[in-house]
């Protein structure tokens, strides 16, 4: 799958609100979505009362006369049953991957645009400066990190694992209620068997990947 996120999406991005058709606008769920470039990886947690979070692939398409679009593959998400990530990986790789998650961005500034879906509208704004990005992935394990920032997602652990926390001890500062990884836990994820986002502009958080 051929990929170029723009420079000015990789980020923390924090959605303000989501107002669906005929609906008010909800601003009380928390949202967090972390982009990394290269291949596009990416972490999206939502916690508060419908807590959820998946994490895998961004796929940027431009649209002759039309705004572009942002396509979500997901291969780990809270579900159990949704996804099979290996599939899922060997799908991305050959191109076959499809996913009816997407929506159309319209870049306000380069800290602020909306997303436009079918029925749906949401605010973006970043969380915080971007001065560099990391992103790695494996069956079952996705790591994107945005200057201070890292995220981590994995459905090797019972039950699946989605958190946020700060790259210098790599502690986790924010997670799920249901994830096995809990507040004040440093991630410990595989040692090996890495594959790296080609043109990261900042080391790995991690020593060994």
């Excluded at 996705?142 to 958190?163: E, K, L, Q, R, W």
Aim: charged letters at 25%; proline letters at 6%.
């Amino acid at each position: 799958m051929m990929n170029t996120i723009p420079d000015w999406m990789i980020g923390i991005w924090e959605r303000k609100y989501i107002q669906r058709e005929g609906q008010e606008k909800d601003d009380k769920t928390r949202v967090s979505y972390i982009q990394a470039g290269g291949e596009g990886l990416f972490c999206d947690v939502r916690d508060g009362e419908d807590e959820m979070a998946f994490s895998g692939l961004t796929e940027w398409k431009e649209k002759d006369g039309d705004l572009p679009e942002l396509h979500w593959h997901a291969v780990i998400t809270t579900d159990d049953s949704e996804v099979c990530d290996r599939k899922a990986w060997e799908q991305i790789s050959d191109g076959t991957h499809t996913t009816p998650d997407y929506g159309k961005v319209k870049k306000i500034s380069a800290d602020h645009w909306m997303e436009y879906g079918d029925n749906y509208t949401e605010e973006w704004v970043r969380h915080c400066p971007q001065t560099g990005w990391y992103a790695a992935s494996q069956p079952g394990h996705v790591i994107v990190s945005v200057g201070p920032y890292f995220a981590y997602a994995t459905n090797t652990t019972t039950p699946h694992s989605y958190c946020f926390g700060e790259v210098k001890d790599m502690r986790v500062t924010r997670t799920l209620k249901t994830s096995s990884y809990k507040v004040g836990d440093i991630v410990s994820p595989p040692s090996n068997g890495w594959k790296v986002s080609p043109n990261g502009t900042m080391p790995s958080p991690f020593t060994f990947c």
